[in-house]
């Protein structure tokens, strides 16, 4: 069975830090997402990382995949109080059809 | 132009009533899912329909019971509500067969009393 494991679970930081979130997952895939919710909305798409060595950067979030490590990096620069949410990361068990999320990263950045 | 829609927004009701929420989406994908969210925030995925075939259909109680009645709609209908099933309920869609990610509705936030 396929599992997707994030850590840390709660990430409280403040502004101008620097932070990596971990994604883990348990079997072989060549793709992974991440994606962000706010309190109260709905999840938005923020990368999607297509094969080994995969690096994708939006403003001061960038994301990597190392498929032989079966890890997904999403690293935060200079934190603002913006981004606060949960980041989930999400894996493709067969195809898209079969989407396993991470139990999500609560980011609180604070002033 | 809403590209995933459900309804309602907030659904509240008593334990034993049975509900329906809707999902459409105008993105012309194949694919359309739900999901439960719960409070601590974990996202489990329910149901997967294909082209109005149920493809996924996880370990969920039979009082849950998807319809599809085009490729562009997926209901979900509850039967007998119990306090458990109190949740986010999210309904996404994708296209097979490319990797461009799942677009998520704005959720129903289902209350049982």
């Known amino acids: 069975e396929l599992k997707v494991e994030q850590n840390p679970l709660f990430l409280s930081m403040q502004e101008g830090k620097n932070y990596t979130i971990y994604c883990n997952y348990s079997?072989?895939?060549?793709?992974l997402y991440w994606y962000r919710q706010d309190p109260g909305k709905s999840l938005e798409s923020l990368f999607v990382?297509?094969?080994?060595?995969a690096v994708k950067q939006e403003g001061r979030l960038m994301a990597s995949l190392d498929t032989k490590a079966r890890l997904s990096t999403l690293h935060i620069t200079a934190a603002v109080h913006d981004l606060s949410a949960t980041y989930f990361c999400?894996?493709?068990?067969?195809?898209?059809?079969?989407?396993?999320f991470g139990a999500g990263t609560r980011l609180t950045v604070k002033p | 132009d809403t590209a995933v829609s459900q309804t309602p927004k907030y659904l509240v009701t008593q334990m034993g009533n049975d509900k329906s929420i809707k999902c459409e989406q105008n993105?012309?994908?194949?694919?359309m899912y739900w999901y439960k969210q719960d409070s601590k925030k974990f996202l489990k995925i329910m149901f997967s329909?294909?082209?109005?075939?149920?493809?996924i259909n996880e370990t969920v109680p039979n009082r849950f019971s998807p319809k599809s009645p085009d490729k562009a709609h997926l209901n979900l209908h509850i039967n007998s509500l119990e306090l458990g099933d109190s949740a986010v309920y999210f309904c996404?869609?994708?296209?097979?067969?490319?990797?461009?990610?799942?677009?998520f509705g704005d959720g129903t936030r289902l209350s049982i009393l």
């Open positions: 996404a869609s994708s296209q097979t067969d490319t990797y461009q990610p799942q677009h």
């Open positions: 079997t072989t895939s060549d793709r």
């Open positions: 990382l297509l094969s080994n060595g």
């Open positions: 999400a894996v493709p068990l067969y195809n898209n059809n079969d989407m396993r």
């Open positions: 993105l012309g994908h194949d694919t």
């Open positions: 329909y294909n082209n109005k075939e149920l493809i």
